[in-house]
C-alpha cells in the first residue's frame, strides 16, 4: 500500500504563488510514475503533469510555463510549484502515484491517490 499527503494549498491572489508537497511512503519513491491531477467543481478530474522514474515531465497545456514539478528522492517527496496562477486554477489539487515506470495523463491509469488540497485563487 502507498500512502500519499498533499500539503501547501490554500488561498491566493491572482498573480501569486503557491508550492505543493507530496509526501510518499509505502515503497520506494523512484521505482514508480508520479503525477499531479485537478478538480474544480462540476468538472472531470484534469492532467497537470507527469513525471516518470527517470525524470522526464509532461505538462498540460493550460500550465505550460507557469507550472513546474520536481522531485525530492531522498525525502521521496514530489513538488509542484506554481507561479502567475489565475482564478481558472482554483481546483482541489491532487498527488497520484501509478504502478510503473510510465507516466499517463489519464487519471484512470493511476493506483493510488492523496487526499487533495484546495487551491482558492480569487480575482
Known amino acids: 500500500q502507498v500512502q500519499l499527503v498533499e500539503s501547501g494549498g490554500g488561498l491566493v491572489q491572482a498573480g501569486g504563488s503557491l508550492r505543493l508537497s507530496c509526501a510518499a511512503s509505502?515503497?520506494?519513491?523512484?521505482?514508480?510514475?508520479m503525477g499531479w491531477f485537478r478538480q474544480a467543481p462540476g468538472k472531470e478530474r484534469e492532467f497537470v503533469a507527469t513525471?516518470?522514474?527517470?525524470?522526464?515531465?509532461l505538462y498540460a497545456d493550460a500550465v505550460k510555463g507557469r507550472f513546474a514539478v520536481s522531485g525530492d528522492n531522498a525525502k521521496h517527496t514530489l513538488y509542484l510549484q506554481m507561479n502567475s496562477l489565475k482564478p481558472e486554477d482554483t481546483a482541489v489539487y491532487y498527488c497520484?502515484?501509478?504502478?510503473?515506470?510510465?507516466?499517463?495523463?489519464?487519471?484512470?491509469?493511476?493506483?493510488?491517490w492523496g487526499q487533495g488540497t484546495q487551491v482558492t485563487v480569487s480575482s
Open positions: 497520484a502515484a501509478r504502478k510503473t515506470i510510465y507516466g499517463s495523463t489519464n487519471y484512470f491509469a493511476y493506483d493510488y
Open positions: 509505502g515503497r520506494p519513491f523512484n521505482t514508480y510514475a
Open positions: 513525471i516518470n522514474n527517470v525524470g522526464s515531465i
